[in-house]
């Protein structure tokens, strides 16, 4: 096995006394695609915030990008330790040009400005995103553009870590192949991408390495892709019945954050 | 000419200026037009401008506009320069009878309030800027109204007139000595003749002691088009009271604007849109920003007459409050007559968005310049849409700089 890219031990976040991320132990090497599965409110998405360092979480546990700690960093100096998140639900910015804020992040990631034109230049014929460039960042789009251009900024910026958050959630087919499509190109010796997602469907186009199950805040099975199938047939109780988990009654059980967020629209 | 050679027809004006002035109090906030600002000078304060005796060199605003196809300037409100160009230019003296000698000094009623009675009294003869009838002009025309004198008052007036199917931009430059401390307190018409196509851009790029109390008043005729634009950056107190009257079937007015305050400036914009002709738009949004010790004000009123059936009117007012210290008052109001309408209005004002500043900063851009790029997309929104694109540019650097400035501030 190659060198760890990403390391999480025993990560733990709550948000005003609620636990939500109970312990999460992860590795992910370099050139390896890992996916995290779970059912809605598991914590999938408050995985990926704490890793980017996302303000308003308790957090504990240890995390680090090619063995250095990031857990004490700023969002931006995780990111220039080359962790990158692909939103869930990209925030619109009215008025700021996609090529606008490409350009200073790729130059506060380290590139020259001719550099960080030239990728820019590269990446937009690459993957036709000329007419993203001079529109307002995630402004304007529809579910599967802003996914696109989350993609299209990860090519850009090189990152050695992508964490990416439901990258398909709301496509339809032709998308989702077509976003597959761009990850699988990144994949490379260089880079670990962490994917999370809902559904077993995109990895019917990017082959994950690893799969990982989360519920209830922790990592409760790891195995290679056929975890996935499994999944696409018994579905979740298929997993906690071999697991010898019982599915969470919500009467007869203290009330748990996830269970006023059950669904992804709000963004745990 | 001085004030004592004036026709008729202007002395009467005159007469109803220094009436109006004999009687006007100086406002305070408890008048509603003033409210939400406590001002603290009187007009006794400033002398009378007289005859100015040199004007200032040419700024980056004129430089980004370039060619133009006519203009003029004023300095402490006299006219000193006209380059009639492809336009008309007429003095009080010289304005032809009928049409256009009526509507010099006629939008703006003397007994608004003190400023407007003292401009109608005591301003030296302006200007009347006609773009003929169906004349389209490439370039903008461009009024430099500087003000120069420390301690002096001055009363700039300009009416602009878009012909019958004519297609201008008018530029409106305000501008002043530095360091002079003074007040400017100009009326400035402008009319969409029928079926014209006009803009009117107002740059307020006083230097930082300066005062002003600007009376606009706009109006559309039948079927024209008017476009607003708006950059408001300097002042100690900037006021202007925006009068939009849409009187033509047909007619629309849309604005774009943007302010900044630093320091403690008081930028005050007092907007009345009046829909009077039937099936008339009106589309108005100010975005602005305040820092350190600045405030800002911005009442909007929209009222629709009776005959102004099929109308559609909006305003949205946007404010960035980037310091603790810093204050707005935002509020939009209607008035509505008649039944027959789309009508909206919005207002909002607070920090800077955090899930936007999280977004960018997980690019790998720390925070001030994830914050500065998100000021510079919260004005570009209106910046790229100017009539006169080439205000973008200067514009866009002296907000980014007000707002770097601000920042330092903060941290220091």
């Known amino acids: 096995m190659s060198r760890t890219a990403l390391q999480v031990q025993g990560l733990r976040a709550s948000i005003g006394g609620l636990g939500i991320l109970k312990g999460v132990d992860l590795e992910v090497p370099f050139g390896e695609v890992h996916a995290i599965m779970g ?46 998140q692909a939103f869930q639900y990209p925030v619109g910015i009215p008025g700021l040009d996609l090529a606008v804020l490409l350009e200073e992040a790729a130059v506060a990631l380290g590139a020259g400005p001719e550099e960080a034109r030239e990728r820019i230049a590269t990446q937009t014929r690459r993957l036709g995103m000329e007419r993203f460039l001079n529109r307002s960042v995630n402004g304007d789009l529809s579910g599967g553009e802003k996914k696109r251009s989350e993609v299209f900024q990860l090519a850009v910026l090189e990152p050695r870590v992508m964490v990416l958050d439901e990258i398909d959630s709301g496509l339809d087919i032709d998308s989702v192949r077509e976003v597959a499509g761009a990850v699988e190109e990144m ?82 | ?22 009687s006007a109090a100086m406002p305070g906030p408890k008048d509603e037009d003033w409210k939400y600002v406590d001002i603290d000078f009187v007009l006794d304060d400033f002398r009378p401008a007289t005859e100015p005796s040199g004007g200032l060199d040419r700024d980056e605003y004129l430089e980004a506009v370039g060619e133009v196809s006519g203009g003029l300037t004023m300095v402490d409100g006299t006219v000193v320069d006209v380059e009639a160009g492809e336009i008309e230019v007429h003095r009080p003296a010289d304005v032809p009878d009928g049409g256009l000698a009526s509507l010099y000094g006629s939008m703006v009623s003397p007994e608004v309030d003190v400023f407007a009675a003292a401009n109608h009294a005591m301003a030296p003869p302006g200007a009347v800027v006609r773009i003929p009838a169906g004349r389209t002009l490439a370039a903008p025309v461009v009024v430099d109204i ?213 977004y960018l900063m997980s690019r790998g851009l720390p925070r001030d310049p994830a914050e500065r790029l998100l000021v510079r997309g919260f004005f570009n929104e209106i910046l790229s849409g100017l009539a006169v694109p080439d205000l973008a540019a200067p514009s866009r650097r002296a907000v980014s700089a007000k707002f770097a400035g601000a920042q330092q501030r903060a941290a220091s």
Request: charged share 20%; hydrophobic share 40%.
């Open chain 1, 39 to 84: 059912p809605n409110g598991s914590g999938k998405s408050t995985l990926c915030h704490v890793l980017a360092g996302k303000l308003g979480y308790e957090v504990s546990g240890a995390m680090a990008v090619d063995g250095a700690s990031i857990a004490d960093l700023d969002v931006y100096q995780r990111a220039q330790a080359g962790l990158f």
């Open chain 2, 146 to 358: 500087q003000a120069v004198t420390a301690g002096s008052v001055s009363f700039p007036h300009l009416t602009v007139v878009g012909g019958p199917d004519s297609e201008a931009s008018v530029v409106v430059l305000y501008r002043s000595a530095p360091g002079a401390e003074l007040l400017v307190s100009p009326i400035v018409e402008a009319l969409a003749g029928r079926g014209a196509r006009l803009s009117v851009s107002v740059v307020q790029n006083l230097s930082e002691q300066a005062r002003m109390v600007a009376h606009h008043q706009y109006v559309t005729e039948r079927d024209s088009t008017l476009r607003i634009g708006e950059v408001g950056l300097g002042g100690l107190y900037a006021r202007q009271r925006l009068g939009i009257s849409l009187a033509g079937r047909g007619s629309s007015v849309q604005m774009g604007g943007i302010y900044f305050g630093d320091g403690s400036q008081v930028l005050d914009y007092r907007i009345y849109v009046t829909h009077q002709g039937p099936r008339t738009t009106s589309n108005i949004f100010l975005k602005g920003a305040v820092a350190d010790n600045a405030s800002a004000v911005w009442t909007g009123l929209m009222r629709i007459e009776k005959g102004a059936v099929g109308t559609s009117a909006f305003e949205t007012n946007r404010n960035l409050v980037i310091s603790d210290a810093a204050k707005v008052n935002s509020v939009p109001n209607l008035e509505i007559l008649t039944d027959d309408l789309q009508c909206g209005h919005g207002s909002s004002s607070g920090p800077l968005d955090e899930q936007q500043l999280y």
């Open chain 1, 187 to 268: 994949r490379s010796e260089e880079v670990a991408i962490l994917m999370i997602t809902h559904y077993s469907r995109i990895l019917n186009y990017v082959r994950p390495d690893r799969v990982h199950i989360m519920m209830n805040g922790q990592i409760v099975d790891s195995g290679g892709p056929e975890l996935a199938d499994e999944l696409e047939d018994g579905g979740y109780s298929a997993v906690r019945s071999r697991l010898g988990m019982t599915a969470p009654k919500v009467a007869s059980r203290t009330p748990s954050v996830s269970d006023f967020f059950t669904d992804t629209p709000f963004d745990l």
């Open chain 2, 1 to 22: 000419m001085s004030i004592d050679d004036e026709p008729t027809w202007l002395v009467g004006l005159r007469d109803r200026g220094r009436q109006a002035l004999a």
